[in-house]
């Protein structure tokens, strides 16, 4: 169709590159959805130099009608702004792991049962707004914003990707997991987001807290819709009904 919406869900590239060649680059736009896309809400919706207003408008309608949470990247970068603070994470990791300052499994433990359980519902700049206390963020960035300065990363280089850094950390991973098999990881992790998305569905009074709160509200929704879907099956139904033979006159 001619106002067919297009998208992609490519992981970085930008949605400028990849319509330059296309008639049509007004209707194309990157939709980046994360891994398990059937249980995590977020979308990047990326709209390129020549996308228009009104088909990204579209697409966020469509994605928050099966639940989704829509941000909009209006300024293109690759790989937009989810896999970019992954990569800067998987980047440092890999130093970690290749100067043996901890194994894999205990690189996972700090974030697990630490910061991953805070950003699970409250994401960095609230959390880092509560660790400043009553004067807030600013209070926060004026204590540690200095120590930006100081030699505690080295996200500005890489680590070689040889076979020595993948043979380490395969080798320490199936030390760590190999006695699931992927199946059952992934079962475990479905399982443990659905305890989190229930949790967080229940805070805040049952008002529900970030994901938990979109999630009450898609509920909701379809509550509406099948109640909706009901009524209008029922009407249908009285409508058809052969209505009785009038009783003949004595």
Request: glycine letters at 8%; one cysteine or more; hydrophobic letters at 45%.
């Amino acid at each position: 169709p001619a106002d067919a919406l297009i998208g992609s869900s490519t992981s970085g590239f930008k949605a400028t590159d990849m319509a330059k060649d296309m008639k049509h680059p007004e209707r194309f736009l990157v939709a980046h959805p994360f891994n398990p896309v059937y249980l995590l809400p977020i979308n990047e919706l990326v709209p390129g130099e020549k996308t228009g207003k009104e088909f990204v408008e579209r697409a966020r309608e469509a994605y928050t009608s099966i639940g989704m949470k829509c941000v909009v990247i209006n300024k293109e970068i690759d790989a937009f702004v989810g896999n970019r603070l992954l990569e800067a994470a998987w980047r440092e990791a890999l130093w970690l792991i290749k100067d043996g300052i901890c194994t894999v499994e205990e690189l996972d433990d700090i974030m697990r049962y630490g910061f991953g359980l805070r950003w699970a519902q409250m994401g960095m700049f609230q959390t880092y707004r509560i660790a400043g206390g009553e004067a807030g963020m600013r209070h926060f960035m004026a204590q540690f914003g200095p120590a930006l300065a100081w030699p505690w990363t080295k996200l500005m280089d890489v680590p070689e990707f040889n076979d020595e850094l993948v043979d380490m950390v395969a080798a320490q991973s199936d030390a760590q997991s190999g006695k699931w098999s992927i199946r059952e990881l992934e079962r475990i992790r479905d399982d443990n987001l659905i305890g989190i998305m229930e949790a967080l569905a229940r805070a805040e009074k049952g008002k529900g807290w970030g994901a938990g709160e979109l999630h009450n509200a898609y509920v909701r929704q379809l509550g509406k819709r099948a109640k909706a879907k009901v009524s209008k099956a029922a009407a249908k139904a009285v409508a058809t009904k052969p209505k009785k033979a009038a009783r003949a006159k004595k």
